[in-house]
């Protein structure tokens, strides 16, 4: 059996074991997608444009969906106070109780499926699924541009800026490395690419110009929970056609010596190493790369 229809195999075993098929989801008396919404809403406090972009849904469909969960008196939509451009979403008393109806039936169903198997089978089947999660999140995860002043970009450079200062023996300078991010920001010389799925922030990578023909990547960075899954790869992989996209011929990059999982990767996808080219104090492995043979 090939890998796709393996795949699709496995869709049509689950969507019918969960119930995916009945008109009435877990007998709530609503279809799964407005389940869904009600789940997702009753997880965190959200506003229509994060349920969008976390549940990859159209705008028309999505406002549907809401007008139907507000007709049943399950959810409110209102104005965000800080940003009236926003429209803030959450659950109502009933919509509450709903919400906990429906962890509740989730959590019955799944331990209905694991019950019938062995101690064994189970430990099997958590390993295969958190596989094929995180496989499959990591094959329809968003590479995009964008601006580096975005909540988004600040929500990822945050994250990596954090995970430096935890792994660096002596910490990292935070205050620093944003005060040399607004100033690239302000000179047009970096293009910030972010990796999302369901509308958080889970990588990132920048281009940044050194020279007409030379540039160095920055930022580089992936989830904890995301390695594994070849999206380091598929980032930089990315990030070299961005720079070629915009005519360098040389890709320079440094790293800290504590970081191995990234000079790692890096070398693999055909760095070598050179001699210090800049001052950055934590940088202790410098690289390069050229992108003459690169398709254009």
């Not at 598929?234 to 720079?243: D, G, Q």
Request: aromatic fraction near 6%; hydrophobic fraction near 40%; include cysteine.
């Amino acid at each position: 059996m090939t890998a796709t229809a393996t795949l699709r195999h496995f869709n049509r075993t689950y969507t019918q074991r969960i119930g995916l098929l009945a008109e009435s989801f877990l007998g709530l008396g609503m279809p799964l997608a407005a389940a869904r919404l009600v789940f997702e809403i009753g997880l965190r406090g959200t506003t229509v444009r994060e349920l969008r972009d976390r549940l990859g849904l159209d705008s028309g469909y999505l406002s549907r969906l809401l007008r139907a969960l507000q007709d049943r008196g399950l959810a409110t939509a209102e104005p965000d106070p800080d940003d009236m451009r926003r429209r803030r979403v959450a659950l109502t008393p009933k919509g509450r109780s709903t919400y906990r109806r429906l962890d509740d039936r989730s959590e019955r169903l799944a331990e209905g499926i694991l019950q019938p198997l062995s101690e064994r089978q189970r430990d099997r089947l958590t390993r295969a699924l958190a596989t094929a999660d995180l496989l499959v999140r990591a094959a329809t995860v968003q590479l995009r541009r964008v601006d580096p002043r975005s909540a988004l970009a600040r929500q990822a450079v945050e994250q990596y800026f954090a995970e430096l200062d935890r792994r660096f023996p002596d910490g990292f300078d935070v205050a620093a490395a944003r005060a040399a991010d607004a100033a690239s920001v302000s000179d047009g010389a970096t293009v910030l690419v972010v990796a999302s799925s369901d509308g958080l922030a889970v990588g990132c990578g920048a281009v940044q110009q050194l020279s007409a023909m030379v540039c160095e990547i920055k930022r580089m960075w992936v989830h904890p929970d995301w390695r594994g899954a070849g999206l380091g790869s598929r980032l930089l992989r990315h990030l070299e056609t961005v720079a070629v996209e915009h005519g360098y011929q040389t890709i320079r990059l440094d790293t800290n010596g504590t970081l191995t999982d990234a000079i790692a990767l890096y070398e693999r996808a055909g760095y070598r190493r050179i001699a210090r080219y800049n001052d950055n104090p934590y940088a202790q492995v410098w690289l390069e790369k050229s992108l003459s043979t690169q398709p254009a």
